[in-house]
């Protein structure tokens, strides 16, 4: 199972269970008017030569169903910095808007709105600044609540990402990792977007949620006010010493909705059937079984229930961890997913981490 990671899993039996968001609107409906809109212009659909705007063909995987109306209606409410306004005006007055392709201390290259590439000298201009904006415009006033409903339909169906191959896993299992000062380090919620992340997980008050790995504490608690008084969270660790840390760190934070369980590396105690969420960073790939951890979370969730599942990314080089202690995409698909879960959604902003939403195959 592991020491310092999270399980979020809400455990009382009198919890609510909450079904995921559901989508109303005519995915069929919403395609035409998608194409019709002239997004396609702009936004490719596994079509390498249309760069302009990011590719949609998973965006039903990296984007709830109120996250994309919010882009519909306020395409600046997440911006990537790669898709921020590059404005630069020449010295003879001319103001071009567009997208950085390439740039380095005497030149940058941009892709300005009509899809044209255009290179400047830095000498040569009176000004270059980024705009924490995006180039799209919004389509609050151009379509209906009833046609943006269509529309998210429509880009929910994206989800163009291939089909996981199951096999033999070849990675190592990582050792139970100790470093408390690393679990706790000031900067840790900067450098990994913590609290952005718990607030995209959708946690509804009242839910029942399990810190599996919950090792000092660090996530225990936010899920813990996450959930609010009338929730519970269970935190899970194999070590008690790391039970221990977790409860003094609750404390200091003056809740009371935990409960705390010992597991052993084959039995992570979950119960059957009252979980909203297991909550499970940084632990993955600690489970020395994998398979019979996961069949007993698989056991634990309600109908509707969802795995949050956190490692850093082995293809990242920011990643402050070891090869043993990432995981890459696939590995993570490639082990999960045969063993009775499907890839529901992505956190598509983590700077060096694979969020993964996974929900229970019926």
């Known amino acids: ?9 809400h455990l009382l039996t ?3 269970q909450t079904p995921p968001p559901k989508v109303t609107g005519d995915a069929v409906v ?16 596994e079509d390498p030569t249309r760069t302009f705007g990011p590719d949609l063909s998973w965006i039903g995987i990296l984007r709830t169903p109120d996250a994309l109306r919010r882009s519909l209606i306020d395409p600046n409410d997440q911006v990537f910095r790669r898709y921020f306004t590059v404005v630069v005006e020449t010295k003879t007055g001319q103001k071009i808007e567009g997208l950085a392709k390439t740039e380095d201390d005497r030149s940058i290259q941009i892709l300005d709105v009509s899809g044209q590439l255009q290179s400047f000298l830095k000498e040569d201009l009176q000004g270059l600044r980024r705009e924490e904006r995006s180039l799209m415009p919004s389509y609050a006033s151009k379509f209906s609540a009833a046609e943006l409903d269509h529309i998210v339909a429509y880009l929910r169906t994206l989800r163009a990402i291939r089909p996981v191959e199951e096999g033999e896993r070849t990675r190592a299992i990582g050792s139970v990792s100790e470093n408390i000062a690393f679990f706790d380090r000031p900067e840790r919620d900067a450098e990994e977007r913590t609290e952005a992340m718990i607030e995209a997980l959708d946690i509804p008050k009242g839910a029942t949620v399990a810190d599996l790995g919950a090792g000092t504490g660090y996530f225990t608690w936010r899920l813990a006010r996450e959930v609010g008084p009338n929730g519970k969270v269970m935190a899970i660790d194999i070590q008690q010493k790391m039970l221990d ?13 935990v409960n705390y369980v010992l597991a052993t590396e084959t039995d992570p105690r979950l119960p059957e059937g009252v979980l909203d969420m297991v909550f499970i960073a940084y632990s993955y790939h600690e489970f020395s079984e994998p398979e019979t951890t996961m069949a007993a979370v698989r056991k ?3 109908r509707g229930g969802r795995v949050f599942i956190l490692e850093f990314a082995k293809e990242s080089g920011l990643a402050p961890a070891s090869t043993n202690h990432k995981m890459s995409l696939d ?3 490639r082990e999960i997913e045969p063993l009775g879960f499907e890839l529901d959604h992505m956190l598509d902003f983590l700077p060096m981490q694979h969020g993964l939403i996974f929900k229970k195959r019926l």
């Open 1 to 9: 199972m592991r020491v310092a990671s999270i399980v979020l899993i």
């Open 14 to 16: 009198v919890a609510v």
């Open 30 to 45: 919403g395609k035409a008017l998608f194409e019709n809109s002239g997004c396609v212009t702009c936004h490719s659909l």
């Open 245 to 257: 840390l977790a409860a003094a760190t609750v404390k200091r934070h003056e809740l009371t909705n």
């Open 300 to 302: 634990s969730l309600k």
């Open 331 to 333: 590995e993570m698909r």
